[in-house]
Structure formats: C-alpha cells, structure tokens
C-alpha cells in the first residue's frame, strides 16, 4: 500500500500552512468580489481583477485575489458530474477566507443549476484532501493589528460553509485521500458520502493549539460508538486515525476504496447516467466499488477502554486518572494504549481541554432530545461560533500556534498551567448566548 511520506504526516500534525495576506479584508468585499464574477473570475488574471479592487477599496493584493481564486476550482461534465478541486498543494489544501467563500459560492450556483446532478469534492494532490484552516495566518492577523473583526469574519464563513454542505440536497461526495484535518473533517464529514483510502489520515489536534476540535465534530462525535466515548477520545487526545477500518468504524468514512483505484473510480463516475435518481446511482456506484479493510479496526477492539475513561460523565480529570489505572493493565494493547493517551492529553491547553470535553458531553447528551438545540448539527455550529468569538483572543491560541507553527519549541506557556487550575465559571461562560441575536451565527 502507499502510505505518505514522513514528511507529509510530520507537515500535516503541525499545521505547516503557508503565510497568506493578513491584510484586513472586509467580508463583504470578498463576497462582492466573487459575486461580481462566477466561473470566469477564477481564470482571470490580476490585471482584470484590477477595476474590482479600486472600486471596492479593498486592501487585499490583486496577486492574493488571483492565487486565492485559484486554489479552488470548478467544473462541470456533460454527466451533471461538479468536480471542486482545492488546489493549494504546499499548504496541504489549508482553506482560508478567500477560499471558503468561493467553496460556498459553487455549492450555490450548482445546487439551483438544473443541470448539475451530483458534487464531488477532492484534492489535486495525493498529499491532502485538507489540512484545515489557515490558523497560521488567523493569528497573524490577531497577534499584528489585534483585529477582532477577524474572528467572526472566519468562523462565520467556516460554519455557515458546513451547515450548508450538510443540508446539500444533491449528492455530495468527498475524496478524502491523504491528509484530512480539522476543517478538512467539517468539509467532508457532514456530507454524505465520504469516500477513504489507506492514505487518509485524519486528526482533529486542535487543542494542541490552544483552541478547540471545532468545525461541527462534536456532532460526529456524538454519534459515534460508545455513545459518543470514541470521538470524545479523538477529540480531547488529537489521536490520529490512518486505518480505513478504524476511519469506517467512528463514521468519518462511508466507502473505502483503494488509492490506486480513485481515478478510474472518478473517470467511471463521469460517465455515469445520473439523469433518473442520483442518489440511489451514487449510492448503489459507491458500494459496487468499496471494498472492505485488509485489517480489523483497533478503536473496535478498544472500546471497553475508551469507554471506561473518556465517557460523557467523566470530567478531564476523571479520565486522566482512569488512563494512569489503564496503563497498569495487563492487557499489554491496552496499557499502550492508555500511555498513548495521556501523551496525547498532556499537549493539549488545560483550558481547551476542559472547554472541549464540557461542549462535547453536552452534545453527546442531547442527542434524540429534538428540543434541545445541539441535537441538531445548526445548533451546535451556534454553540461553536459562540466557543470560538470567546476562546480564540485568549492567549492560548496564539501561544500554542507560536509554539507549535512558528517557534517550534513545542513548549507552549498555558494559561492556566494545569488542569486543577482551570476556571470552570470561565468555561461556562464560552457556552452562554452572545450578547444581541444578530451576533449570532445566521444559519
């Protein structure tokens, strides 16, 4: 099998992405600039982009216009077959602003086009599906001009992103081959059929950073096997899933096909009739061609372990003290395990850590409770926006990414510098409403 390179799995686990223009850009300027335009905006070249920046008085140079509308493209086949590619290869397809708006912009024109019959999402390169967001250029923002605009701005456009892919009515399929992390998951995760290969490589590490496993994940999580014990666990540790059987078995994957058979499984979906019911071809195309695990999931061997230290009753504490019992099993599987853990545990921020494992035990709570607002995946990305306005200007967030991105000491300074010290009325208050309605995430 092919797997990826040290190199890759190395770039993706700290978030390697490339520099990108922290200019304040207003949103409303970069949603005018991709309304002004539809398909011929992303070939066209800086010099015709020129008229639409001095009008708009935007601050963002004309060559991160042409790179940004680049980096995601479009096209339709005479099947009714949309192929979006992301197509920013040194940055592991790493989505910023730019993109994520222009993401959006081709899921609308193709859901209200009569003639686009089916979404298939990929990476140009075997390397990535997705890395995440471009946090490296968030905290640029943050850490030079201190502009809080940039916060809402980003995660509006994130979630409302996600929200929109999950109520995407035509069929919607991921190609999630390589590294796929953090937003990459909130991309392709809510969709409905999200097809894996050995080279997937899945993460949501984001508490090593100083934030939180974000992008809608505490919904997947819920939803996952020890009623919601298994993505608790991915969440809090970071662990990183490269087997398919494992990937398959917490949900992340619906099919599993073979890297060397995804271009002939795209060039045969091009020539598929999709003109009677597309989901039931898409769904019936998919299972012909997945093909079962060579390995047993080892998450499935496992959940009496996970279950017994990261179940929604168990504070970060709780399970901290269950893994250092797990560690004396004599289970030598499950005493690796455990230590494996606890290192995982031991990078995260102790306040993302509690913040995390406090929104996820109330998601994993309120599933089948349809009165309850996190039942529902709209919900929880509001809960989200909210987490997210109030945690990232804390000092964790940009001390982790110095930490982890730049600097690279991997020796970040947290605030609070353990567990015990957290605040819990400080947690708390990350989850309560914002202030007026209109603050509120608008999905």
Request: aromatic share 8%.
């Amino acid at each position: 099998m092919q797997r990826l390179s040290a190199g890759t799995r190395c770039r993706a686990a700290l978030f390697l992405f490339e520099p990108f223009n922290c200019s304040p850009t207003p949103l409303s300027v970069a949603e005018k600039l991709c309304s002004a335009s539809s398909f011929a905006y992303r070939r066209a070249s800086a010099q015709s982009l020129r008229p639409f920046a001095r009008v708009l008085g935007s601050t963002v140079s004309l060559s991160t216009m042409a790179e940004a509308a680049s980096f995601v493209r479009g096209n339709v086949y005479p099947n009714g077959v949309a192929v979006l590619t992301l197509d920013r290869p040194k940055a592991l397809n790493a989505m910023n602003l730019e993109m994520d708006i222009q993401y959006k912009k081709y899921l609308d024109e193709w859901a209200a086009d009569p003639k686009v019959k089916c979404v298939l999402v990929e990476g140009s390169s075997p390397r990535a599906f997705s890395a995440g967001g471009d946090v490296k250029w968030i905290t640029s923002c943050w850490k030079e001009s201190r502009m809080l605009t940039i916060f809402p701005k980003v995660f509006s456009a994130e979630y409302t992103l996600i929200c929109r892919i999950a109520q995407y009515e035509k069929p919607y399929i991921s190609f999630m081959d390589g590294v796929t992390m953090g937003f990459g998951i909130g991309l392709s995760g809510h969709g409905r059929y999200r097809v894996i290969t050995e080279r997937t490589l899945l993460a949501m590490p984001e508490n090593a950073i100083g934030l939180f496993p974000d992008v809608g994940f505490a919904y997947i999580a819920a939803r996952s096997p020890g009623e919601g014990a298994v993505g608790a666990y991915l969440a809090l540790t970071g662990k990183r899933i490269s087997s398919p059987a494992d990937a398959l078995y917490v949900g992340l994957g619906t099919h599993y096909v073979p890297s060397t058979n995804i271009a002939s499984l795209k060039e045969s979906l091009l020539k598929q009739d999709l003109s009677n019911d597309p989901h039931e071809m898409v769904q019936k195309f998919l299972t012909d061609n997945h093909k079962e695990p060579e390995s047993e999931s080892q998450l499935k061997a496992l959940l009496p372990a996970i279950s017994a230290c990261f179940s929604n009753d168990k504070s970060v504490v709780a399970s901290i003290e269950e893994l250092e019992k797990q560690q004396l099993s004599s289970d030598s599987t499950v005493a690796d395990w455990a230590k494996d853990a606890l290192l995982g545990l031991g990078k995260g921020a102790p306040f993302s850590l509690c913040l995390t494992h406090k929104h996820f035990s109330a998601v994993a709570a309120a599933r089948g409770d349809y009165e309850n607002d996190l039942s529902k995946l709209d919900g929880v990305m509001k809960a989200e926006y909210r987490i997210a306005l109030r945690s990232s200007p804390r000092n964790d967030f940009v001390e982790g990414v110095r930490a982890v991105l730049i600097d690279k000491d991997q020796n970040p300074k947290w605030e609070p510098a353990n567990i015990e010290d957290v605040d819990m009325s400080e947690v708390d208050s990350m989850l309560q409403p914002l202030q007026a309605d209109a603050d509120e995430l608008q999905v």
